[in-house]
């Protein structure tokens, strides 16, 4: 039982960030109807930027964690969301109104410029950091085994909560949401009652970075070793969760995000760790056997 | 006399690139000896690649506004060029590839790319049949290429079977697989069919490297036998019971390598052969009836079912016979051969060839494989220049570089028609 809630927080703690990035993909998906492959490798240079964020500060001698990890975060998400925007800038505007599997190479490529842009630049070897934020609160305690909840998942658990409901309220109230979600709907309609549809899209791309760096900080933060190559099984994951959700949807991709971290976590806790990403496609093709758009997502009406 | 508009332009890209280069170029983080990181600085590179991309967007924003604009209906010149040169191309290639070997100049070295190309033509070509003609975007075609090459090396090993013998099996089993995947599947549409395959690709390569006792994990299988010529085998004793002592020839390591280059050719053009027949049989026809407008079909009475497991099954024996090659071509398999990454240029040789156009494929895999060998001595920056060229030859031929297509039937005069008209599936 004391195990089982242990591995219920780990997995929401994972969910979480694979919950943000698939919010990346959701988005994009939503807006622009194809999938960004460059978002994981995105998600990656946020945590590259947080974590020379990082050695910046313990150069200038700012140690204490809470005022570094916002600083980080700052960082992250300005340098991220420029990286976004020029993703979309390079590998999708020119392609606009062009055959779906074109920006679909075109970003496929983007990525791998992205891995090796970093691989080059930053080496390939893995760099290691130490914790920021150590120790926890004991939540509850079964004969030997304490329930940790440690201060980092808190961060995690809170910092996702709060971009997230800050790009809620970005959605649903204030008019850049509201032209995003015209476009969603019929671009050439959004386009044709006066709103910049380049610049939403944009705007979507810069917003999906910027929860893509909160992630990567928080991977950063979490797992403490980075390279250039985590981008890919992150974004995989992640465009899983997005799918298994229901892609488009914005309240599916954290449930999927979610439901993915958990059963990764609980599948390495009583199975296998070798096969918790096996676990994981798995329960993405049952599901989508039975339900073929995903938990939360629209049926799609196809018209002759 | 340059335009303000030009120089702004390039000033704010210059600037954009100090956004994005500062952090990651201009900082690099090293790991000290003692194990901590710490920081080197460049800010002189940061410099440079700031200064090409302001030279950069300025050349290009001149250029571009000494053109104009271009209507955008109608095929450009390259289109017209190309179509023009595109009769030659054909025969001329398989030309070239035919008598290769015997060209001179032409070693080892030279046949080991040849091969290397032939097999990401073959596999291009399998692929087209899923992609290009059916329309169904597979992303983890690189299991059945995986399928194909661990079932030669399993059989040998465990069973001691010959290449000769393996070689259809091989293909048998992959396409077994094909259908064993094209079943779930079959209501997918569109990205959901992608991250399925996606997956499926990654499970296989997952279940490759952990279970070890059957394929030896990561270690993968080594001593995977070679194939022999009718029996003869090619060694270098050059006894009468060899291909060299049987043909009274001097024993020499090239002889295989020309052998494995013929059996690649020959398996390409195979593959070639079966995609243009089927082209003109109900079957093709069905895929391409899919691939413009699934509800006709469906109205039509085709077999939607039949239809897309064919074309996944087929697909998949290809990728089984090419994945075989690979096995005993290399005579050593391990699960780091069929990564991700794999099936993504796979998928761009298809896409950047031009969609269900064989010549298109066969230029691309040309254009990428060979284009990526000669970059050799690039080292480590070998793979940001091939991601750089696919990202370019989207954004300036998005249609792939034979932007014609031969429709499979026509009222009358059968013509070539620009790419644009041919769908490319919601599958």
Redesign the interface.
Known sequence: MAYALQQLINGISLGMIYGLIAVGYTMV?GIIG??NFAHGDVFM?GA??A???L??LQ?GGVMDGTAAILLMLL?SVA?TA??G??VER??YR??RG?????????A??????L???????????V????AVLRGGVEVFREGDFAVQLSYMQMLIIGTTLAALAAFTILVTRTPLGRAMRACEQDRKMAALLGIDTDRTISLTFVIGAALAAVAGTMYLLRYGVIDFYIG?LAG?KA??AA?LGG?GSLPGAVLGGLLIGLIETFWSAYFSV??K??AA??I??LT??FL???LLGRQ?V?K? | MIPAAALRDAGLAALVALGLFAPLVGLRTDVSPTGGLFLRTRWADVAIVCGIVFLGRLVLSLWLGQRGLRPSTGPGPWTARLERAGAFVAPVLLGLAVVLPFIPGIGRYELDIGILVLTYVMLGWGLNIVVGLAGLLDLGYVAFYAIGAYSYALLAQYFGLSFWVCLPLAGILAAFWGVLLGFPVLRLRGDYLAIVTLAFGEIIRVVLINWVGLTGGPNGIGGIPRPSFFGLPFSMEGGPGTFAGFFGLEPSPTHRVIFLYYLILGLALLTNWVTIRLRRQPLGRAWEALREDEIACRALGINVTTTKLSAFALGAMFGGFAGAFFATRQAFVSPESFTFIESAIILAIVVLGGLGSQVGVAIAALVMIGGFELFRDLDEWRMLVFGGAMVAIMVLRPRGLVGTRTPTVALGKKRAISGDLVSEGHG
Do not use: C, H
């Open positions: 998906y194809m999938i240079i590259f930027v974590l020379i964020a050695l910046l150069l960082a340098v420029l990286y925007w020029t390079v590998a020119p392609l062009s055959f779906r599997l074109a920006p679909l190479i075109s496929i490529g983007l990525s791998i410029v891995q090796n842009y970093v691989q080059v630049s930053q080496g390939a070897r760099k290691p950091v130490e890919f995989v465009f899983t799918v892609i070798q096969y990403d096996v496609f798995s993405l093709v989508l056997i073929p758009t995903g799609e196809e002759v």
